[in-house]
């Protein structure tokens, strides 16, 4: 039965044996390309038709199109180790990949406005019922705390394409802010397993970091609590009671690095790239907490330290790693990968710190940061494992 297995497995194109290949390759390319087109209108080059224009589009695509792409690659590859079941291979695989690719093409194709919100939520309902499918089964009740998430990001995608469906712009930006801290829950949830690990098995280390399950338990609920309050429409105003939660969280988050932290990172760039993109995170929450402090003159600051530093870092410095151990090779990225750490990291510092004259420079760091990542990967992921693995 094992031999056969395997060679149904082997009888797969590689790019279709697990999940994180063609959602890492498509979601790097989509990264490059939404951003462009982005930047492009930004500069009046280009005005797309598109449902809402193109700020609803940007809104949408960034964590629901790219953001929740890589998400569903990187969890449909882990859930088979957490499981020990296969994860989605083959057909299943691509007829979700091609979900989640009509869902792009959608917004420029003249296709009802229900129809297109359809398709958005019918990709990460079907993520959310195979993710469920294999972890009820496998009573893996620790990976609960991910179907709750991956849930409260379907209701903020609701949210953000009913205020499409009613032209209403605060409901779209409800949404939309909600869904981008729900991806920072997420971020930390999986950051909190992936970056003690990497860091202990990077630099030699015999004894693993400590685990501190009520640190995690503590950011899950505080995380959802920010989230719940962008949904409502209570984080949209200054107010400085609400500063009180991202004081927490960013508490919470700097005692991690903190704990973390060994100098030896800084020689290894898969492992000071994530520990980079995780002090975005913390520098979000402080930048909230200034806000509505009235430190801060635009909350937006802080949400693209999120979205660009946070989550774009941690996205690309993941799936660097992760591409590399899944397809049988020596953790040693590309040079070039080195450039592509640092130039987003230095995008998202021009967005967070210059006026709008320089966000063609920051557009163009990140689009420049994912183009390398494709270019130099592309080939692994649409290859068989080194190593002769069906995987």
């Not at 406005?113 to 893996?140: D, N």
């Not at 801290?181 to 004894?207: D, H, K, Y």
């Not at 930048?287 to 690309?316: C, E, F, N």
Request: charged share 10%; glycine share 10%; hydrophobic share 60%.
């Amino acid at each position: 039965m094992q031999l056969l297995d395997r060679q149904q497995a082997l009888a797969i194109a590689p790019l279709w044996r697990l999940g994180f290949r063609p959602f890492f390759l498509a979601g790097a390319l989509f990264a490059l390309l939404a951003v462009a087109l982005w930047a492009a209108a930004l500069h009046g080059l280009t005005n797309p038709a598109v449902p809402g224009g193109m700020l609803a589009w940007h809104r949408h695509e960034m964590p629901f199109g790219f953001g929740l792409a890589i998400i569903a690659g990187f969890l449909l590859t882990a859930v088979q180790n957490w499981t020990g079941r296969p994860g989605l291979s083959g057909r299943p695989l691509i007829a979700l990949f091609g979900l989640w690719l009509t869902a792009r093409l959608a917004w420029f194709a003249p296709v009802p406005l229900h129809l297109l919100i359809a398709v958005q939520l019918a990709f990460i309902g079907l993520l959310i019922t195979q993710m469920a499918r294999q972890l009820i089964a496998a009573r893996q009740r620790n990976n609960y705390p991910i179907l709750l998430v991956l849930s409260l990001l379907a209701l903020c995608q609701s949210l953000t394409l009913a205020g499409l469906a009613m032209g209403d712009d605060d409901l779209q930006r409800r949404g939309a802010l909600a869904a981008l801290w729900l991806i920072a829950v997420m971020l930390s949830l999986i950051g909190g397993r992936v970056i003690p690990f990497f860091t202990q098995r990077g630099l030699g280390r015999a004894e693993a970091f400590a685990a501190h399950p009520w640190l995690d338990r503590l950011l899950l609920a505080c995380g959802v609590l920010v989230a719940a309050l962008f949904a409502s429409g209570h984080n949209l105003q200054a107010r400085p009671w609400l500063a009180a939660p991202f004081i927490l969280l960013s508490a919470l988050h700097g005692l991690r690095l903190w704990r973390w932290y060994l100098p030896g990172i800084w020689r290894v760039p898969l492992l000071w790239s994530l520990h980079l993109a995780y002090a975005w995170l913390l520098l979000a929450t402080l930048g909230m907490a200034a806000w509505h402090l009235g430190w801060l003159a635009q909350p937006s600051l802080a949400s693209h330290a999120l979205g660009v530093g946070a989550m774009g870092g941690l996205i690309l410095a993941m799936m660097a790693r992760v591409s590399l151990g899944h397809t049988g090779r020596a953790l040693q990225p590309p040079k070039a990968m080195r450039w592509a750490f640092g130039l987003l990291n230095l995008g998202a510092l021009i967005r967070v710190t210059c006026g709008g004259g320089w966000l063609w420079l920051a557009a163009l760091c990140w689009g420049v940061a994912f183009a390398l990542f494709a270019w130099h990967y592309a080939p692994m992921l649409c290859r068989a494992r080194v190593d002769g693995h069906p995987g």
